[in-house]
């Protein structure tokens, strides 16, 4: 067990932390930014080889499929009832809850997916693969981080937490985008110029998510370890 938990941490750093990434900067450098659907796709079956990994010795229990879809349409459904709120968006948190209950690798999938279905309603572009690694990042963190850990249902530690991985994490790489679209004289004026004015929007989204961890994190990470025990779904064999 220990054994497959090692190869699992090392498939799951080299699919998310080094393909991913790549494959963004890859489409930026050869690709036009009509083909954001590719590097999409591409960070799509990355966070699904961990789960390759995971299921190496057994089958698939439809159970963990239909977890895994119910968190995703969750996001999307809410990130679509607030869209007349700027910035006041519980994705990043209902994401956060979905790695501290099920782990890294299933925040990981919750995260980028739910961004990429929800840009069906607010619109794809070339940033959507930005999005979907930085939330999906967010995820595997915060899931590394609480995991299986005593104190995940620690209020303050991980709505603060949440927040700074979101205004952070999230911000700096959706930012980065911009900075990439935007930015023709690569220097550190301009460079931070487009960092700066993302700030706000970051402080915001971050303090949202700060304050529904604080109230959602205990009552659904509970009830969603409820039904990883009760029904074995995501637990290493």
Same mark, same amino acid.
């Given at each position: 067990?220990?054994?497959k938990? *090692?190869? &699992? %941490?090392?498939?799951?750093?080299? @699919?998310?932390?080094?393909? +991913?990434p790549?494959?963004i900067?890859?489409?930026?450098k050869y690709?036009d930014?009509?083909?954001?659907?590719?590097?999409?796709?591409?960070?799509?079956?990355?966070?699904?080889?961990?789960f390759?990994?995971?299921f190496?010795?057994?089958?698939?229990k439809t159970?963990e499929?239909?977890i895994? *879809?119910l &968190? %995703?349409?969750?996001?999307?459904g @809410?990130?679509?009832?607030l +869209?007349?709120?700027p910035?006041v968006?519980?994705?990043?948190?209902i994401?956060?809850?979905s790695?501290?209950?099920?782990?890294p690798?299933?925040?990981?999938?919750?995260?980028?997916?739910?961004?990429?279905?929800?840009?069906?309603?607010?619109?794809?572009?070339?940033?959507?693969?930005?999005?979907m690694f930085?939330?999906?990042?967010?995820?595997?963190?915060?899931?590394?981080m609480?995991?299986?850990k005593?104190y995940?249902?620690?209020?303050i530690?991980?709505?603060i937490?949440?927040?700074?991985?979101?205004m952070?994490?999230y911000?700096?790489i959706?930012?980065?985008?911009?900075?990439?679209m935007?930015?023709?004289?690569?220097?550190?004026?301009?460079?931070?110029?487009i960092y700066l004015?993302?700030?706000?929007?970051?402080?915001?989204?971050?303090a949202?998510?700060t304050?529904?961890?604080?109230?959602i994190?205990?009552?659904?990470?509970?009830?969603?370890t409820r039904?990883?025990?009760?029904?074995?779904?995501?637990?290493m064999?």
């Amino acid at each position: 067990m220990q054994k497959k938990s *090692a190869k &699992l %941490t090392v498939i799951s750093i080299i @699919a998310l932390f080094i393909l +991913a990434p790549t494959t963004i900067f890859l489409s930026f450098k050869y690709f036009d930014s009509q083909s954001y659907y590719i590097p999409a796709v591409l960070i799509i079956v990355f966070s699904m080889i961990p789960f390759f990994v995971f299921f190496e010795n057994r089958k698939i229990k439809t159970s963990e499929i239909v977890i895994v *879809a119910l &968190l %995703t349409a969750l996001c999307v459904g @809410a990130r679509a009832v607030l +869209a007349f709120i700027p910035q006041v968006k519980p994705t990043c948190a209902i994401v956060i809850v979905s790695a501290i209950a099920f782990g890294p690798n299933v925040g990981f999938v919750v995260g980028s997916l739910s961004m990429f279905v929800s840009n069906f309603i607010f619109g794809q572009g070339a940033f959507t693969p930005f999005q979907m690694f930085g939330m999906g990042l967010v995820g595997f963190i915060c899931g590394i981080m609480f995991c299986g850990k005593k104190y995940n249902t620690n209020r303050i530690a991980v709505a603060i937490t949440g927040g700074l991985m979101c205004m952070i994490v999230y911000g700096i790489i959706v930012d980065t985008c911009s900075v990439l679209m935007m930015v023709t004289e690569f220097n550190l004026k301009s460079v931070m110029s487009i960092y700066l004015s993302g700030m706000p929007f970051n402080l915001i989204h971050g303090a949202i998510t700060t304050i529904l961890l604080f109230f959602i994190n205990k009552p659904m990470t509970d009830k969603f370890t409820r039904l990883k025990i009760k029904y074995g779904i995501f637990q290493m064999e």
